[in-house]
């Protein structure tokens, strides 16, 4: 899923000066499971900003909404018909939602609620970690289904490098060195040959180096 | 509420929105749950709150987890008390619209 958290609540209240009517608008796909801009992110930030304003005697109205997706044109179709109403939109999707909101509102101010952090998983409820970059070329065929883009610091594909301590990375002990992971694992599956070839350097023209990517399915296309 | 496990952070937002003063959630003592981690859960929210009143500039003792059994009445009028005084020497709430 895309992991997401909640924007420093001052950082909102500053983006937000000056609007009266907002609509605050959930996801409810990724930053629902990461409890960072679903349903009840929605309640809960809608009414820290009525209380802000009270207490600084300012007026705010509040529309509260979530949608089933922002990243999909049919649900933020059911938006045509409000959102000229309010001054500001403060989306709790990901990035990917708020720009799909501009995209298609192109009279409406809308603004970020979250900062989005990576696509990852829940290691347990409450901790989330970085598993995939999208760097366009998978190669976990090759590395035991361990990422050394998204979960090597340096992005070695021949690793691990001399900062690997006793499985841990040299910028925190708290990370994993995930060559350490990417060794133990092809032991483990006795397929340790697969380290002995040397990775080519990498095609980076489909990861965000290459521009902005997009896909075309014309057997989908309606 | 059966078990404070059931109190969620919104609980006791709509509290404060709508005036109170301050908030106290009871739950049973610790390691005492009947469904285990209620009141162990109850207590991480109402710290979350706690932070979220900083973030609004308003002081978080407003808000307190107290944990006591069903059959200690007495201290369960003493922890109402306590928050009472706690609560009147902050003062009203800075929500109050009156």
Not at chain 1, 10 to 29: D, P, Y
Not at chain 1, 118 to 134: I, L, P, T
Request: aromatic share 6%; glycine share 10%; charged share 25%.
């Amino acid at each position: 899923m895309i992991v997401a958290e909640q924007k420093p609540f001052a950082e909102i209240m500053e983006m937000l000066e000056g609007f009266q009517k907002i609509l605050v608008l959930g996801c409810g796909t990724c930053v629902t499971v990461c409890f960072a801009g679903g349903a009840k992110e929605v309640e809960i930030l809608s009414s820290l900003i009525r209380m802000d304003r009270k207490k600084k005697g300012q007026a705010v109205e509040i529309v509260e909404r979530t949608l089933v997706r922002q990243c999909d044109p049919e649900y933020l179709q059911e938006l045509s018909d409000s959102v000229g109403q309010f001054d500001a939109v403060l989306s709790m999707a990901c990035g990917v939602g708020v720009n799909f909101l501009a995209d298609k509102f192109s009279q409406a101010i809308v603004l970020p609620a979250l900062n989005t952090r990576f696509m990852g998983v829940a290691e347990e409820h409450g901790v989330w970690s970085e598993r995939c970059a999208g760097c366009g070329d998978c190669i976990l065929d090759l590395t035991g289904g361990l990422c050394p883009v998204a979960r090597c610091s340096k992005g070695l594909f021949n690793g691990p490098c001399g900062g690997s301590v006793h499985g841990k990375c040299e910028i925190s002990r708290d990370v994993d060195c995930v060559w350490h992971l990417i060794y133990d694992r092809l032991k483990g599956l006795n397929r340790l040959d697969r380290l002995d070839e040397i990775l080519p350097i990498k095609d980076w023209s489909v990861s965000p180096h290459g521009g902005p990517r997009k896909i075309v399915r014309e057997d989908l296309k309606v | 509420m059966p078990c404070t496990g059931r109190v969620d952070v919104i609980h006791i937002l709509r509290a404060l929105e709508d005036g109170a003063d301050g908030v106290y959630v009871a739950g049973c003592l610790e390691g005492e749950c009947h469904f285990q981690t209620g009141n162990l859960k109850a207590k991480k929210r109402v710290q979350y709150v706690k932070g979220l009143l900083r973030d609004l500039g308003i002081e978080p003792e407003r808000v307190e987890m107290y944990n006591m059994s069903a059959s200690q009445g007495g201290r369960f009028a003493e922890v109402a008390r306590e928050m009472v005084d706690r609560i009147k020497k902050l003062g009203p709430s800075p929500l109050r619209g009156d």
